[in-house]
Each structure stands twice: as C-alpha cells, then as structure tokens.
C-alpha cells in the first residue's frame, strides 16, 4: 500500500483517468495571475470594524495532511448510501481512485452547526476513511455577504463580535467531532495513518487583503453575466419582490475564487455541499477551467435532508437539531434519533451513520418479521449518530439520563441529567429557604405545574406526581434537603409529559 504526504501542496493532484494532466499541466497554468497576500491593502470590503479582529485561532491549524492510497471507491459508497445528488464529472469515479483532498465550507452563521450540516462532516469522513484528505472551511469573508442559496431574502448582516463567536463555536464542533472520528472511526486495518488530518481554513485569511480592483481583474473578468444570471440562487430571488443586491449576487464568485484558491494553494481538487450549493460549487469548477486552464476540479452535491413537511433541517427553522451540546444536550440530540419513525429510520442509518450496508440490510430484514422488539433501528441509530457527534462521553451522558427518566427507574438523577433534560422546560427560581419544608402541593402550584392546589392534591391521589421522577404517594409530603438534587434543582413532574424544573436561586 502506497502512502504519502504532500510536501509542497501547491498543486492539486490532477490525476484521472484522462492521465493527460500531469504536474506538469498545471504548472504551465498561468499562476502568475494571483499576488502573494502581503502584496497590497488598498481597499478591503470586508474590513473588521476593529484592528483587533482575529477570525479564527484554528487557522493556524494546518497539519501536514497524509494521504493514503485510497482503499474504497468513496464514489460508490457515498452513492450506494443515498449521499450523492450530482458530480460535475464523471470522472471523479476514477480520478478517486487516487488520493484526494476534498473541502466543504460552512459560514458561521450561528454559533452552533445543525443537523443539515452534519451532513457535510459525513461525507468528509467518509473520504477520510477512504484514505483522502478532507478540509473544512469557515467562511469567515463569506459569511459577511451572505448566501443567497434557497433564501427568500437577504440575510440580515453580522456583526463582528457574533462572526467571531460563530467561528469559535463551530470551529470547535468541527474539531471535536472529526478530530474524534479520525481516532476512532477509521478502520483499524493497519492501512490507515493517524495523520490523515482534518485541516480548518478561514476564507476570511486570503479575502481580508483582497482588493476591490484585484478581485475585478483577476476573478470577475473570467466569470459571465449570463451564466451568473442562470444560477437557480440569482433566478428565484429575480422573480421575488423583493430582487437581489449586487452584494449577494456575487456570492457565487466569492466561493468560486475560494475552490480556486484552495485547488491552488492546498491541493483541494474536490468540493462538496448540500444541493443547495451546486450553481456556488460549479462557479468554481468554472473559474479553475477558466483562469487556470485546467480540468481535474470536482464538485460533488448530497440531497438535502428534508423535515417530514419537506422543509430543509437548518439553523432559520424552528426547533433546530444542533451539534454543540451547548445548543441541545446529548440527551435530546438522542431522543431526537429515538423518536425518528419507522418509515425513516432506515434512511437515516445509511446517510447518518457509518455501519455496513449488510448490517443495515439485516436491521431492515429483522423490523419486518414478527417477534422485532419495536424501536430496536432507532436504538441503534440514536447510538451510533450520538456517539459521532458527542463521544462516548455524551452517549453515555444521553443513556444515563434516558435511563434516569424512565418511568420507574431506580437509577439516581443528578444536577447534570436534569439540566439536560430540562431545556425548553418551564422553570422557576426560588431560594433554598422558601423551598425546604414547603408542602409539595404548595411548590406545584408556585412553579407553576398546577393551576391550583385541589388540581395537584386531584391527580397526587392519583399517583400521578413525581418528584425527581419517583412518584409521589404522600399528599402531605414537603420538600426535604434530600430532594434537592445536589442543591440545585428539583424535577416535579404532572404525569409523563408536564415538567417544571425548579432552581434553586
Ligand atoms: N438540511 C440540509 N441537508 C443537507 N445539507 C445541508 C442542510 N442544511 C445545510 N446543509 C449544508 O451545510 C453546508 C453549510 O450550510 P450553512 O450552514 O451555510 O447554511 P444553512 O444551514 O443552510 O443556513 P440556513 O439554515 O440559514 O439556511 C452546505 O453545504 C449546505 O448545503
Ligand atoms: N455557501 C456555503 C458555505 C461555503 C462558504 C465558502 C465556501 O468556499 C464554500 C462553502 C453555505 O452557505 O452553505
């Protein structure tokens, strides 16, 4: 088996099946038409309003990125698992045969990536574990334009301070979860190499010192009008009311000079995105044939991954599904996957998960034979796709806290399975003196729980009260230090679904 590393990474590789591009071809590109950063600082629209202004602490994270001889056709395999929607070329199919390095670019347009954008980390772990080389992108500069891509109007503009707390935020995700992936998801066959790294690049390190001028000359005078006009992101937002800015019309250009940059100084030949990104990825492709003069750059496009009402999973919706447990715990990211119905939960597992297609088959084969014990696919996926996202540490937190809340369980709750439950709950503040000894009817209804003392006395008769999930038998039962959890919270409860998280002040 053939490794190595790339020592000068200038230069993409080119080879394919066409086996014409050669190192060679691309260095008789015409390289010359792009300056070095230090060159110039004349006019920069997207200037940080203050000097200070760092984007990203991980761009300096750069490892040498090792690549292997590919093991498996990634093509095939992300095709099989339902995870391409279109390639650019063809080609691709063989040119991966070869090692690759492939991008996927998110903004930092929220603190927290999504459910739809785990999508992208997936598929670039998916080249990883076929020996390619994946890099994620933060579109630090892209971000401050704004994606036009399936908007119905503009996005409002960000400030600063919330552009860099975005980075950090995903930044850190993106860290965690392919830092983690490297170490534990890569097959253990001796083939692989620790070092195949996930390198994070900010757009906003080669746009900050861009020129106006610059730009015009050496990114706009190669791209069309016309075929700018035809991308479905500039010909809905046409037809609507409200139009287009010249400022979002040129998004597609950012992102394009971005694959150029990257296919010239990281060797990036590949790039990938939601379908949402096709006309912003195929603007690359364009440019790199266009400025550079040659072939061997690739997009790839995944399908969407739509709600049951068939509206895209995102950061805008309501109800968003996000990676930083900071966002949604464990626990809910877990119940989340536990709850996916029957119809889906196949799907899910080939797009989400990384388990092999026969032990999918088999799970399929088993949900439709008598005897299946019901929810066993959602089990499996709920582990698998909060294990990727949060380690084994947030699986085994989401587990603990499943088990803590059922029903019955004689598994103890503790402060921090609480608070993880109890996002989106009604809660209170109240100081430790005014809960201790006070009737549990009184606290009820002072928290809110029940509108009235003859309501909460109604159902505790009818043992349909808990308190840190253990039923309450007693109507008279007051608050003791002990049912404080560690001193902090109390978990009252008005059958299986009303909840009220009380807080010590
Ligand atoms: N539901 C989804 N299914 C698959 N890919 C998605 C989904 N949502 C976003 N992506 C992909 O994630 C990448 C980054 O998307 P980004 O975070 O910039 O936009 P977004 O989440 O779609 O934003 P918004 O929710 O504001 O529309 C893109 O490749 C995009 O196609
Ligand atoms: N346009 C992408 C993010 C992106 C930004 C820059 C890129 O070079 C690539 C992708 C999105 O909004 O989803």
Not at 240 to 263: A, I, K, P, R, V
Not at 383 to 398: D, I, K, S
Request: charged fraction near 25%; proline fraction near 4%; include cysteine.
């Amino acid at each position: 088996m053939r490794a190595y590393t790339e020592q000068t990474p200038d230069i993409p590789n080119l080879k394919g099946d066409r086996g014409t591009h050669s190192r060679m071809a691309s260095i008789s590109a015409p390289r010359t038409l792009f300056f070095t950063h230090s060159a110039k600082l004349f006019f920069s629209p997207f200037k940080p309003s203050h000097s200070s202004f760092s984007p990203l602490p991980l761009h300096l994270t750069r490892p040498n990125c090792t690549l292997q001889q590919p093991r498996r056709n990634i093509i095939q395999i992300l095709e099989e698992r339902g995870l391409v929607e279109s390639i650019t070329n063809d080609t691709l199919r063989t040119a991966s045969s070869a090692p690759l390095k492939v991008y996927c670019g998110f903004d930092p347009t929220a603190e927290s990536l999504h459910l739809g954008n785990l999508l992208g980390l997936i598929v670039l772990s998916w080249f990883r574990r076929c020996g390619h080389c994946a890099v994620a992108l933060i579109g630090g500069a892209t971000a401050r334009v704004g994606d036009p891509s399936g908007k119905s109007l503009e996005r409002p503009e960000l400030d600063t301070d919330s552009l860099e707390k975005n980075t950090l935020g995903i930044s850190q995700t993106i860290t965690t979860i392919l830092g983690r992936a490297q170490n534990s998801n890569l097959p253990n066959d001796g083939s692989s190499s620790s070092s195949s790294s996930v390198v994070i690049l900010n757009n906003y390190d080669w746009w900050k010192e861009f020129t106006l001028l610059d730009f015009l000359k050496r990114v706009g005078k190669y791209a069309r009008v016309g075929s700018m006009m035809a991308k479905e992101s500039v010909r809905k937002r046409l037809e609507s009311e409200q139009g287009m800015s010249y400022t979002e019309f040129t998004y597609q250009l950012l992102q394009g000079y971005d694959f150029l940059h990257l296919f010239q100084n990281e060797g990036v030949s590949v790039q990938i995105g939601g379908s949402d990104q096709w006309g912003n990825i195929t603007a690359g492709t364009e440019l790199i044939r266009k400025i550079l003069q040659v072939e061997g750059a690739y997009g790839l496009t995944f399908p969407l991954l739509l709600k049951s009402d068939g509206t895209k999973f995102g950061k805008s919706e309501d109800g968003a599904i996000w990676l930083s447990p900071s966002f949604l715990s464990p626990y809910k990211f877990y119940q989340y996957f536990f709850s996916v119905p029957d119809a889906d939960v196949i799907k899910f597992l080939k797009i989400l998960t990384f388990l092999d297609m026969e032990d999918i088959a088999a799970l399929e084969g088993e949900m439709m034979k008598p005897g299946y014990v019901p929810n066993t696919a959602q089990r499996k996926l709920a582990e698998e796709v909060t294990r990727f996202v949060h380690g084994e540490e947030g699986l085994a937190e989401a587990l603990k806290a499943t088990e803590a809340l059922r029903p019955g369980s004689e598994t103890k709750l503790d402060w921090k399975t609480i608070e993880g439950v109890a996002e989106g709950l009604p809660s209170c503040s109240l100081a430790y003196d005014e809960v201790l000894n006070l009737s549990l009817v009184d606290l009820s209804v002072s928290s809110g729980l029940f509108e009235s003392k003859s309501a909460a006395r109604r159902l505790l008769k009818q043992g349909g009260v808990y308190l840190n999930n253990n039923r309450v038998d007693s109507e008279n039962k007051r608050i003791e230090a002990a049912d404080i959890v560690d001193g902090k919270v109390l978990l009252l409860s008005a059958g299986k679904k009303n909840k009220v998280l009380v807080r010590i002040a």
